[in-house]
Structures are given as C-alpha cells and as structure tokens.
T-cell receptor, first 113, second 116 residues
Framework: DQQVKQNSPSLSVQEGRISILNCDYT??????FLWYKKYPAEGPTFLIS?????DKNEDGRFTVFLNKSAKHLSLHIVPSQPGDSAVYFC????????????FGSGTQLTVLP | EAGVAQSPRYKIIEKRQSVAFWCNPI?????LYWYQQILGQGPKLLIQ????????DSQLPKDRFSAERLKGVDSTLKIQPAKLEDSAVYLC??????????????FGPGTRLTVL
C-alpha cells in the first residue's frame, strides 16, 4: 500500500522553463510534507517543506503547493536550470508515527540546456 | 557543520555472509534513522532511534537485521546472513529534536550494498 505516490518516473524540461513535479498521498493523517533532491551516489538533500496549515511555501526558485482536499502537492521550479537535474522525492509525515517519513518513488528531472 | 557520515560507501559480499554499516549523525541530533532504498524506489524506514532508545523497529527484518546506537551517538546496522534481496543503498539520517517534532531529516551519502 503506497501512501505517497509519484506517478511520473521522469520529466524533461527546457532550461529556463517551469518544472512541475507532482505527488499524491492517501493518508489523511499526514500533516507535514517535504521534498528532497538526490544526485547519483549522494544521499537525499532537503529542499523545501510545507505544513498542512499552509497551502503554499516559497524559497527562491522553489515553491511547494499543497491541496489538502485533493491530497495532492506539487513542486514548482522556476526557472529550471541544468543543475536541477536530479531525482526528486516527495515525503510525508504525521505526529502519530513519530514523524517518520514515508517517501514516494521519485521523479527523475532532466533539465535540457 | 559536518553532515551525516557513513561508511563504507560501497560493499560487495556473497549471500549468507555478514556485513555491518556505520553511521555518525550530525552532532547534537537526538533522532537517528536507518533507511533501505532499493533501486527505483523511495527510501523505506528500517529503524528509528531517539538518543540510544529504539522508537520504532517494526519494519526491520529482525531475523537477519540488527541495529544499535550506543551512547546515543554513532549507530551500526548489521545484516547476518545477507540475502540477494538485501542489495540496496542503506541510508542513515538524523534530525535535531525529539521524534514528535516536525523536523527535517538530514541524510548521509549512503552505503551501496551488492549481494552476489
């Protein structure tokens, strides 16, 4: 039972354009969501997070949107840069599970120069 | 601030052999996690420590996997005996506060295990 789903295994975007990565979840108890970026042979690196009391959080070129009614969140990268090419993981947690992270399967983003 | 350290980075063993991984979390971080990441999947939690106590090990295959966090700092994860399906990247992560806080987890580079 996948509680966090990233249905697009890969995404290609032209440099300078917007990248939109999507994530769906099924557990209504999740109240904190995170995006991690992973380069080959490295561990995941925290990118941005959002609490369920918000519907948007922005940090520079990165914005995360949360739609609780649809149990959907998305990560927008504007403008996309070649260095953004990596695997992006969506993760979620809830207080009842001691803040353990449940990860999606990841989306490979390729930004083409 | 130094990040999460893990060693070794790579390990190749034959099935039925034993292997151990080491993790040194970020200084002062109370909570430590071990994850297993199989190729093409997201990380899956194996065990969570708070200080030197186990918070959750419900997804740890205890017939072959064991983990400890002595003195609430470093941690080791052991597999004995290894199976082919244990081939994966083993990630260690730490977070600063107690388990109930909505903390960010910081990951180490991982150990890539190949079981032949």
């Amino acid at each position: 039972d996948q509680q966090v789903k990233q249905n697009s295994p890969s995404l290609s975007v032209q440099e300078g354009r917007i990248s939109i990565l999507n994530c769906d979840y099924t557990n209504s108890m999740f109240d904190y969501f995170l995006w991690y970026k992973k380069y080959p042979a490295e561990g995941p690196t925290f990118l941005i997070s959002i609490s369920s009391i918000k519907d948007k959080n922005e940090d520079g070129r990165f914005t995360v949107f949360l739609n609780k009614s649809a149990k959907h969140l998305s990560l927008h990268i504007v403008p996309s840069q070649p260095g953004d090419s990596a695997v992006y993981f969506c993760a979620a947690s809830d207080e009842g599970s001691a803040r353990q992270l449940t990860f999606g399967s990841g989306t490979q983003l390729t930004v083409l120069p | 601030e130094a990040g999460v350290a893990q060693s070794p980075r790579y390990k190749i063993i034959e099935k039925r052999q034993s292997v151990a991984f080491w993790c040194n979390p970020i200084s002062g971080h109370a909570t430590l996690y071990w994850y297993q990441q199989i190729l093409g999947q997201g990380p899956k939690l194996l065990i969570q420590f708070q200080n030197n106590g186990v918070v959750d090990d419900s997804q740890l295959p205890k017939d072959r996997f064991s983990a400890e966090r002595l003195k609430g700092v470093d941690s080791t994860l052991k597999i004995q005996p290894a199976k082919l399906e244990d081939s994966a990247v083993y990630l260690c992560a730490s977070s600063p506060r107690n388990s109930g806080s909505a903390d960010t987890q910081y990951f180490g580079p991982g150990t890539r295990l190949t079981v032949l």
